[in-house]
């Protein structure tokens, strides 16, 4: 929760009334990211293999709002659900072409907040291959103590209200480890 609030609200500055697409968001931050999304009137478009998109579902994501985080087809997908616009802000975990589909799935004065370590791009070059869009890796890290401190009990507040809701999460018996690993895989 603490990585998809300051991602979103710190980074991409997200208002109500704009457009998000969370990659993996079927994640642990994924998920707190479109509770976060929700929470602020923020339109949430997200990918996940189609293994996962029960779990899509489950979070009340129409197929129109649901891509395949495995091929390149959401950025068409989501460019016409938009009617072409795109959208406001991208939450990306993703690498290689599936950052470029992101890229160009943007609305002018987008903003693509990477998380993922694998494809950092360089901001500047970004700022030149798709005008007017702000690309900005990061870490959690960078918040420092005072902000996570203030984070953390802005999210305690949410949580204590019941405005957010816990991350599911699934048990397994030690010895049925190789049934657990197959789940998460």
């Known amino acids: 929760f603490l ?33 976060l999304a929700r929470e602020r009137g923020v339109e949430v478009f997200a990918t996940a293999s189609r293994g996962k998109w029960n779990t899509l579902r489950a979070m009340s994501l129409d197929e129109d709002h649901i891509g395949d985080s495995r091929t390149l087809g959401f950025q068409e997908k989501f460019l016409s659900v938009t009617e072409g616009r795109g959208v406001d802000v991208v939450l990306n975990s993703l690498a290689g072409d599936f950052v470029d589909a992101s890229l160009r799935l943007l609305a002018p004065s987008g903003r693509l907040i990477e998380m993922g370590k694998t494809d950092i791009r360089d901001p500047q070059a970004v700022a030149t291959q798709h005008p007017g869009v702000c690309y900005r ?3 959690l890290s960078e918040a420092g103590p005072q902000r996570m401190a203030e984070m953390l009990s802005e999210l305690r507040k949410r949580f204590d209200t019941r405005m957010l809701k816990r991350l599911p999460v699934t048990t397994w018996d030690v010895r049925c480890a190789v049934q657990a690993y197959r789940f998460i895989s």
């Open 3 to 35: 990585t998809a609030l300051y991602g979103l609200v710190d980074l991409a500055t997200i208002r109500a009334g704009e457009s998000l697409l969370v990659h993996a968001a079927t994640g642990g931050v994924g998920m707190a990211a479109v509770q």
């Open 137 to 139: 890796a990061f870490d």
